[in-house]
């Protein structure tokens, strides 16, 4: 397990139209739009046919994080649904820091190592916070009922959980209104999330020390749709999350700030 | 004389070394020995050598102590090297009260009203006992009787006008252990004790300044003019000393019995029939504590077994206790002491005390339904009897340079404690951004230099070649940048847990753009967190 936790370095998505405008949510006037690409247009029906076809009728969305809401469909976190993050726990933390801040209560469940000192400097209060590192074989009935009273849950399934016991978790959620987000992957997901390229900047060969991390974010949605990236600071040098301007390359780190931390 | 008609007539009684009774009682250790007559040594017999200490000095120590040297107020290094045997605890406030609140109940059950001095002295107004037993010596001896029946042997009684009278009677009592000072000779049995006894250190030392020693020359003064040089307070030590003791006795009222108790015949050998069969009594307990006005926001929970181990803990609520969250509180405690198997041995008692109490009024639910907190709380108590009381956590970020010691996890319910300050500087702590995956377990690797040597840190911090690539398991990951080594060397003195190594720690990145946190110990190294 400790093994296979690499970032796969070949899916560089470096397509220029995937920066900056990311097609809107379905509800802003698509009139307005100029003459466009008929896959854009079937990509928007579809997205409308998913809308109408909601699990619930008045799906509400979650605060999100302004860096990482864009890329989400339906423009943010929604309640009942299910997301997955591939690996990388401070995507996970990007996607917990909008809800959080905001006074949601999270649940981490089957997650020993989640780091809690960069969870809090990421904003997500650990007052907030409930932690079950160790579920064991009770896995989905932990999960299950933390589901049942915190916004967002965040799980990883020891096992690959059967199919049946995947509905009833989807059910319930839908039922309670809270958003699930794996850690791994899951069967049935409104996106997975993943980190496909990762510069760290500030470190270099012997001095330095590691201040802000470029990354493109993956977003996959299930209906098969063109996957949407974006380049995010995860973190930034204020360790922030942020959106990447496009031709911005990380400034070199200053020299002080090197001499200071190698003496 | 006029004044006299306020001082109520009292008796005083005293079991001497209280705190040493108290923490031999605890401990198990046999306090027959130490309750032994000090009149009937048998030099064969093993005498108890203890002293309980407070601040790095003796609190109080047992007579055989004391006959080897030992004083209170002594060092603890003074005390040890003058009795080497001297056995040593540290001393608890709380357990002297709790140990001393048997005896306290006893004497009620013999006479009535007794006032709480301190642990080990209580004083109890004369009037009703002395007249029901017949005289003041009468009630005396009951006193003793009740006492002997205790297990206290040594304690001392007295019986004078005023509790500070009666108190100072009973320690100059010897033999026969009660020494009654006949109404109105308080003033003559005062008059030659040292002023030091009126408990006034500051005072005491200006009086022997000023030529008066003895608390029958402070009475002398005029009353006058002790009110004129100090004031109320002294005018207070003043009538006392002149045996006029006008404070009262307040009886305490007799606490509401609260606990819970369950003894198993025969012994339990299973936590689930342990839980059932506290289950009625854990009803009543709640609802006893409900007709009393109360709710319950932590208990402590006794356990013994049949090999005659005991298990004690205190528990928080963060709201208050209810039936099946005391019943979950005596399976945690059961599973924490004993094996995932079985208990080690079968269980025979169990009790439930409060600890502490709140109005209920605080603690109603609101009139529009529970706050959302509450529904919280339940789930998470949920999980919490699947999964044991440590299974569901609360974190809080602490001080120190470690990751280990800066995040501290904490059992839902409990009140969340940092070992050390966040706000103190922390020099060589990591620099931000924190890893946001901390392994629990850190993990072995080897950094090896391009010739395919490991690399080895020396004492001077030079590094025996450039980190060329790190491998975890049988996976080689090269090295595109890393930084370091940031040597710590914390409590190089202590060697428990793993502490008092040198360890250097490396930022490293490997070739996918993965961030690291390896550690370097001497040749060994760790990968202590990644950043994901």
Redesign the interface.
């Known amino acids: 397990m ?2 296979d ?5 070949s899916v560089v998505l470096d397509d220029p139209f995937e920066e900056g405008e990311y097609e809107s949510a379905p509800r802003s006037a698509p009139a307005s739009a100029p003459v466009r690409a008929p896959a854009e247009t079937v990509r928007d029906l579809q997205a409308r046919i998913r809308q109408m076809q909601g699990t619930k009728l008045d799906t509400r969305s979650l605060p999100t994080h302004p860096a990482i809401a864009s890329l989400l469909p339906g423009g943010g976190l929604k309640q009942g649904a299910a997301y997955s993050v591939e ?4 995507l ?2 990007a996607l917990l820091a909008g809800p959080s801040a905001a006074g949601s ?1 999270c649940g981490v469940i089957g997650v ?10 990421y904003g997500i209060d ?2 907030r ?8 074989d ?1 896995w989905l ?2 999960t299950a ?2 589901a ?3 916004t967002v849950v965040v799980t990883r399934p020891p096992r690959q959980a059967s199919d049946s016991s995947v509905a009833r978790l989807a059910a319930r959620l839908r039922q309670r209104g809270s958003t699930l987000i794996v850690l791994g992957s899951w069967p049935q997901t409104d996106a997975m999330l993943s ?1 496909s ?4 900047s500030g ?11 470029e990354t493109t974010v993956t977003v996959t949605t299930r209906a098969g749709a063109r996957p949407r990236s974006a380049r995010l600071w995860l ?1 930034d040098r204020a ?1 922030q999350f942020s959106r990447a301007e496009r031709s911005s390359r990380a400034p070199r780190f200053a020299d002080e700030q090197t001499r200071e ?1 190698a003496g | 004389m006029t004044q006299r008609t306020n001082v109520t007539r009292t008796i005083v009684f005293w079991c001497p070394d209280w705190p040493i009774t108290a923490v031999l009682r605890a401990r198990g250790l046999t306090a027959e020995a130490g309750a032994l007559d000090p009149g009937a040594l048998d030099p064969g017999a093993p005498e108890p050598l203890v002293a309980v200490i407070e601040k790095g000095e003796v609190f109080a120590c047992s007579p055989a102590a004391r006959r080897e040297g030992v004083r209170r107020g002594l060092r603890v290094r003074e005390a040890q090297s003058r009795c080497p045997d001297l056995l040593i605890f540290p001393y608890e406030a709380d357990l002297d009260i709790r140990s001393f609140e048997p005896v306290v109940a006893a004497i009620e059950e013999v006479m009535s009203g007794a006032q709480l001095l301190r642990p080990g002295m209580c004083a109890i107004r004369s009037r009703g006992p002395s007249r029901f037993y017949g005289s003041d010596e009468e009630a005396a001896l009951w006193l003793l009787d009740t006492l002997d029946s205790l297990g206290i042997t040594d304690a001392r009684v007295g019986v004078a006008d005023g509790p500070f009278t009666a108190e100072h009677a009973a320690r100059s009592a010897t033999r026969p252990r009660i020494r009654i000072v006949p109404e109105g000779g308080s003033a003559e049995f005062l008059a030659p004790l040292p002023v030091r006894l009126l408990g006034a250190p500051q005072l005491a030392t200006l009086l022997q300044r000023l030529g008066i020693r003895t608390l029958g020359e402070f009475a002398a003064l005029e009353a006058q003019d002790v009110t004129a040089r100090f004031g109320q307070d002294g005018a207070h030590l003043h009538a006392l000393a002149g045996g006029l003791d006008s404070r009262r006795i307040v009886p305490r009222t007799p606490p509401r019995e609260l606990d819970s108790v369950v003894s198993f015949e025969p012994p339990l050998d299973r936590i689930d029939q342990v839980a059932f069969g506290f289950r009625a009594s854990a009803d009543r307990f709640i609802e006893g504590i409900a007709a009393a006005q109360l709710v319950c926001t932590s208990i402590r929970v006794e356990i013994d077994s049949d090999a005659g181990e005991t298990s004690e803990r205190t528990w928080l609520h963060p709201r208050s206790f209810t039936a099946a969250d005391v019943i979950d509180r005596i399976r945690w405690q059961l599973q924490g002491s004993a094996s995932e198997t079985g208990l080690s041995s079968p269980i025979c008692y169990v009790r439930v005390i409060p600890e502490s109490v709140d109005d209920i009024g605080n603690h109603e639910q609101g009139l529009w339904g529970t706050a959302a907190e509450e ?2 709380h ?3 108590s ?2 919490q009897s ?2 044991g009381h440590g ?7 602490g001080g120190g340079r470690t ?1 280990a010691d ?2 501290n ?1 904490v059992a ?1 319910g409990d009140r969340p404690a940092t070992a050390l300050d966040r706000k103190q500087p922390w020099p060589g702590s990591l ?10 377990t850190r ?1 072995p690797v080897t950094v090896v230099s391009a010739d395919g040597r490991v690399v080895t840190v020396d004492t001077r911090g030079a590094l025996s070649g ?1 980190p060329n690539a790190f491998s ?4 080689f ?1 090269p090295l595109s ?4 080594p ?1 040597p710590i060397d914390e409590r190089w003195w202590s060697s428990a847990a793993g502490r008092g190594i040198r360890s250097n720690r490396f ?1 490293v ?7 690291w946190l390896l550690v370097n110990e001497g040749d060994s190294w760790w990968a202590e ?4």
């Open positions: 400790f093994d936790i690499g970032v796969p370095a690996r990388s726990v401070t996970l933390m209560w020993p190592e989640f780091g809690v000192e960069a969870a809090a400097h650990l007052e916070l409930v932690l079950v590192p160790h579920p064991g009770q009935a932990v009922a933390i049942d009273v915190l980190i390229h990762s510069t760290w470190i270099g060969e012997g001095h330095g020390r590691l201040a802000a991390r973190p360790e931390l | 529904r919280i339940h789930a998470l949920r999980v699947m999964l299974g569901v956590l609360t974190a809080v970020v990751l800066r995040q996890l839902w620099p931000t951004p924190a890893p946001s995956t901390v392994f629990e993990h450039i975890t398991g049988g996976t990951r940048a890393w930084a370091g940031w930022q990145v490997d070739d996918a753009g993965l961030a967190a990644r950043y994901d």
